[in-house]
Nanobody
Framework: QVQLVESGGGLVQPGGSLRLSCAASGSHFSAYVMGWYRQAPGKQRERVAT???????NYFDPVKGRFTISKDNVNDTAYLQMNNLKPEDTAVYYC?????????????WGQGTPVTVSS
């Protein structure tokens, strides 16, 4: 069982930066994909960025070059550094972990942290 707690959201002006954190607790695991998702009111949930246990990253095209996903293995924490924020980045951001154990996949979600980009 894994618990995920996000933090770091808030209000920022266009062009500004925020760093989101996702602290994991409750389990150790080796094979996983950790990611950040976002959902704005009235819109579909989007996969923003993912990182695997091997450090392989993938990004949603609109955030490429602006967002960076990383992880701190010592502290069991993942981060999303968001630079040059745009109003369309406004959403609730959720941390997600997909854990592979044998042929079974387990999925966990954080509670979400809101990000508002506005002048």
């Amino acid at each position: 069982q894994v618990q995920l707690v996000e933090s770091g959201g808030g209000l920022v002006q266009p062009g500004g930066s925020l760093r989101l954190s996702c602290a994991a607790s409750g389990s150790h695991f080796s094979a996983y994909v950790m990611g950040w998702y976002r959902q704005a009111p009235g819109k579909q949930r989007e996969r923003v960025a993912t990182i695997s246990n091997m450090g392989i990253t993938n990004y949603f095209d609109p955030v490429k070059g602006r967002f960076t996903i990383s992880k701190d293995n010592v502290n069991d924490t993942a981060y999303l550094q968001m630079n040059n924020l745009k109003p369309e980045d406004t959403a609730v951001y959720y941390c997600n972990v997909k854990l592979m154990s044998g042929s079974t996949m387990y999925e966990y979600w954080g509670q979400g942290t809101p990000v508002t980009v506005s002048s």
